[in-house]
């Protein structure tokens, strides 16, 4: 039978599913251990004063993170198609919530960090081999649109690199673990006393709460492998094991470095975060410790870098489809299979933000918002649960609802303590995220109100 123009045209337009678990977990693990994992633990350990403290932060960020990835790992195996929190909010929370969330993922926050990631791995670049200022911001543009066009060209490529650089990444860092403890170049006094704080230390209450958003930071990207879902083979089993191993993976990752850091660089001489890591890079490798660990970090940013520029455009391509953006942006390259066009987005945006260079303050008004939307999209799966919304799901939540409360329990602290810590910085992200309302307004206006096959919309829903 003749297949009809409309299904053939709709199947073209629809990324196929090569990717398998190795990749989803390099996606968790690729993102998440980025340069935090070398400034993060030093100023943790100076606030909290006791590396008994120390581990219980990293373990309580480690069990939000894996009943996170449950939660989210559910929401994955229900609606397995590209785009990650922004669907789990447009099947739960309605169309104007789902907007909201990408509009700020377009502007401000993945073009951001992107640009963040880029400028980083060139000043450490810049630290190995002296540059001067416009030719570090050239690199790091140049490593933006390389890893672009890799998107573009090949999904399957693009993810062996990034699988390629994470086992580079993880063997880097279980080297130094290994090198600093069979080598004895630290001392195990370090550690005493355990349990008890430092007289140098913050008050504990102030230092938990610092500690806390400081190592959820450091997690920070865990969830954005369901961003690629749509690409991914058996999303329902794959993605809940490659969240959940890949968490089990940062966890290790932080706790181990962080002993290690101990280790070798008694508290007491601590004094920054980069003079820890100097310090520590001067034990393991002697003078050229500070190069040897410049060169480590950019290892570590590159293929987190990579994570980003993966995942990050399947949200505008998602919203692209559902008539949320422009239309031209759902199209899949005819030759490539990938999302191009929003590609490209992320690309040019991630470029102009680097140009400018003053994005990192940016960045920091829209984390409270951020951090509202992924614990609004987690408790999306009462709603789905309620409704039944979705596939059959492959995987279910064990002992629900324990870990979901765990997690909104969790987020809900955090959002206290980012609320308290910069209210204005939290409000002023709130306000510039509510501006997209008008926005959201004028494409319900021209998105056209019945099926079109080619583009994967539907009649639009009445708003939840």
């Not at 219980?56 to 990835?69: D, M, N, Q």
């Not at 890799?150 to 063997?171: D, E, H, M, P, Y």
């Not at 920091?364 to 951020?370: G, L, M, P």
């Not at 064990?398 to 955090?414: D, E, N, R, T």
Request: glycine content about 10%; aromatic content about 10%.
């Amino acid at each position: 039978m003749t297949v009809p123009v409309e299904e053939e045209s709709f199947a073209s337009s629809a990324p196929q599913r090569r990717l398998g678990l190795a990749s989803a977990i390099a996606a968790v693990a690729g993102e998440s251990i980025a340069v935090g994992i070398f400034l993060t633990p030093a100023g943790m350990a100076k606030s909290l004063g006791s590396p008994l403290w120390l581990l219980i932060v990293w373990l309580t960020v480690g069990i939000l993170a894996i009943c996170g990835a449950l939660t989210y790992g559910e929401l994955a195996a229900r609606f397995p198609r590209d785009g990650g929190i922004y669907v789990y909010l447009l099947e739960t929370c309605g169309r104007r919530v789902a907007f909201l969330y990408g509009w700020m993922c377009l502007l401000v926050l993945d073009p951001g960090l992107t640009a963040a990631l880029a400028l980083g791995l060139a000043s450490y670049a810049a630290y190995i081999f002296p540059l001067s200022p416009v030719f570090t911001k050239l690199i790091g543009i140049s490593v933006i649109w390389a890893l672009c066009a890799l998107n573009v060209i090949s999904i399957q490529v693009s993810a062996r690199f990034l699988r390629w650089t994470t086992w580079l990444k993880l063997g880097v860092l279980a080297f130094l673990v290994i090198w600093g403890f069979a080598l004895h170049l630290g001392s195990w006094s370090n550690f005493v006393p355990f349990a008890g704080t430092r007289s140098s230390s913050l008050p504990l209450l102030p230092a938990l709460g610092a500690a806390l958003v400081g190592a959820f930071f450091s997690f920070g990207g865990w969830w954005d492998v369901s961003k690629i879902s749509g690409e991914i083979r058996d999303p329902g089993r794959t993605l809940p094991r490659a969240m959940l191993l890949g968490v089990a993976v940062v966890t290790t990752v932080y706790i181990t470095i962080s002993a290690v850091f101990l280790y070798l660089v008694p508290l007491a001489k601590v004094t920054s975060d980069e003079t820890f890591v100097a310090q520590a890079g001067a034990v393991l490798f002697g003078s050229p410790g500070g190069k040897v660990f410049a060169a480590i970090v950019i290892v570590c940013v590159l293929s987190s870098l990579a994570a980003l520029i993966m995942s990050a455009p399947r949200v505008y391509y998602a919203m692209a489809k559902d008539g949320l953006f422009l239309h031209s942006v759902a199209e899949i390259h005819p030759r490539f299979g990938t999302p191009a066009k929003a590609i490209l987005i992320q690309g040019l945006i991630s470029s102009v933000l680097a140009v400018m260079g003053s994005f990192q303050q940016i960045i920091s008004y829209f984390i409270f918002v951020a951090v509202v939307f992924l614990a609004l999209a987690g408790a999306g799966l009462l709603i789905a649960r309620r409704r039944g919304s979705g596939t059959a799901p492959a995987f279910s939540m064990p002992m629900y609802p324990l870990p979901l409360v765990v997690f909104l329990v969790l987020m809900s602290l955090l959002l206290i303590l980012l609320a308290g810590h910069s209210p204005r910085q939290a409000l002023f992200g709130v306000v510039v995220v509510l501006a997209g309302i008008p926005v959201y307004s004028a494409f319900q206006r021209n998105t056209a109100r019945t099926d079109d096959p080619v583009l994967g919309r539907t009649k639009i829903a009445e708003e939840v």
